[in-house]
């Protein structure tokens, strides 16, 4: 019987991310000093916060001022009127806002705590917050041609972030951006074991290997910013693209 081994590594040693930095030259030089090789279907797996660093998406709280709807809503949420103001900017919805939550749907389509917005492993990080990358799938793409470019070996890059869950406790690494690596597996009208055709089933491939991968970068200080995936089957590289097709649609929202 045939067995697919998946293996998962961090890697150490990235240093702290400034803007402008050139991410391929921070994957390279780790993927060295971590001795590995990256090989066709390979995938790296960067945390949100490493990009948003990179293309600097940092604002200075002391430059925002907060309008009517951010003074309305802070009192209610608990949270710093600045903050409120940039996640609102952030967002085309408010879908939840009471004591210690603010839950909208973000401007790129995620249902998301916050827009995404950070402090959290970020220098003087009371004084200002992290947004996410303007494009995530875009930001997936670049660094991925670029690695192709200067490797010539065809590898899938994914951008995770961690997200809380309808109905469940605690948040789970989740796909962002998406390049060179199916996001969304299509399952529906293959055979089960006996002989059924299955009717719904899509895998949401990105995101489990997001969540996997964030069981070894950690979510506290480790440092640990990018993952180095190996042994996926060729499947996952036979229809790639962007993460948003991860997104349900408006019209077909279950929850609201």
Known sequence: MTRTAITLTALE???????????EDVVLTALASNRIELLRHDVLVICQKIVSKAENRFVDLETVTPGARARELAPICNKDPRLVELVLRESTKVVRCVKDV??????????VANAGIDQSNIERSGERVLLLPLDPDASAARLRDALNRRLGVEVGVLISDSFGRPWRMG????????????????????????????????????????????????EADEGRPIVHVSGLESKFFAAAGPATRLLRPLEEDLFQ
Request: proline content about 6%.
């Open 102 to 111: 603010l839950v909208v749907r973000h401007q790129l389509g995620f249902v």
């Open 171 to 218: 948040v789970c690494g989740t796909c962002i951006g998406c390049a060179g690596i199916v996001p969304l597996l299509d399952e529906r009208g293959r055979l089960d074991r006996f002989g059924r055709p299955m009717q719904v089933t899509q895998i949401a491939v990105a995101d489990e290997i997001a969540a996997a991968a964030t069981l070894v970068t950690g």
């Open 13 to 23: 040693g990235v240093p702290e991310i400034q803007p402008g930095a050139a991410l």
